[in-house]
């Protein structure tokens, strides 16, 4: 196969370093039966040391020029030429109703909507090891308070458990990256909200940090979802809308969303 050159566009960032290939492997210990999917598998670096312990692993791979290869060389994988935010995880789940695992070095420029996603099916998600910017991975598990702490916090301390694996040098990858790395490792709960009650935590995460700087109460009444809230007597909830987005826990964004959730004018 001829050389080919990593694409901006998509985020393209290659790694060879056995080393790192090897932790991160072991960090995701693939079994036979995992329904394991890899989010761009590129060269097929990682694929390659997954596909030893998972041979029937599923691969999202939106770049066409390297699927010939791909398919060559694992032919029992199942090779899905798109973009891994247009894939349908309901079907993967429904190939083998296996939980899925879903790893990879995903492109940057997408992280979030890639970890919407998972939380939006965690239901059918086991676990997920990804590469992720170390800038992101310290957003993911940050505290109430911190300048880090927002939307990306709540919902995973919410969904999951985050596990910061290791951080990775940008020295490691071709093209070089101006980020350092890491590898991060998310635990799916099981958990007994509703999807609607789930939908309705996301939404009202989401506008209590808006905007930052704003109470609670003035971030909520300048979202659609939410501008009902302002008619709600809060008192018996426990918490105080005069208080900032950053200023509350997951607990505390539980017992809000839960205190709110069935109140009328409530999309």
């Not at 790192?20 to 210990?29: D, H």
């Not at 398919?71 to 296996?98: A, E, G, T, V, W």
């Not at 308070?145 to 990306?152: A, E, M, T, V």
Request: aromatic share 10%; net charge positive.
């Amino acid at each position: 196969m001829e050389k080919i050159k990593p694409l901006k566009r998509f985020g393209q960032n290659y790694i060879n370093d056995q080393n790192i290939l090897n932790n991160i492997v072991k960090e995701i210990n693939p079994r036979k039966d995992d329904n394991l999917i890899e989010i761009g598998p590129g060269l097929g670096s990682l694929t390659e040391k997954l596909s030893a312990f998972t041979p029937a692993l599923t691969a999202i791979e939106i770049d066409k020029r390297v699927i010939d290869n791909l398919s060559q060389k694992f032919p029992q994988m199942l090779l899905i030429n798109d973009d891994f935010l247009n894939i349908d995880l309901l079907k993967l789940y429904n190939n083998s109703k296996n939980k899925l695992r879903i790893v990879g070095n995903i492109p940057y420029n997408v992280t979030s909507s890639i970890i919407f996603k998972m939380i939006e099916n965690n239901s059918i998600v086991s676990d997920s090891v990804i590469m992720v910017q170390s800038e992101v991975a310290q957003r993911m598990v940050a505290k109430k308070g911190s300048k880090d702490y927002g939307i990306l916090s709540v919902l995973l301390n919410y969904f999951s458990d985050v596990k910061l694996c290791f951080k990775v040098s940008p020295n490691v990858f071709f093209p070089r990256p101006k980020v350092f790395s890491s590898v991060v490792h998310i635990f799916f709960k099981d958990l007994e909200d509703t999807k609607e009650e789930q939908k309705f935590f996301i939404n009202l995460v989401k506008a209590a940090f808006g905007n930052r700087r704003k109470t609670l109460r003035n971030s909520f009444s300048n979202n659609r979802v939410t501008s009902g809230l302002k008619d709600i007597d809060f008192k018996p909830s426990g918490i105080n809308l005069s208080l900032r987005a950053e200023q509350l826990d997951v607990d505390d964004f539980k017992k809000l969303s839960k205190y709110v959730f069935k109140k009328p004018n409530i999309e």
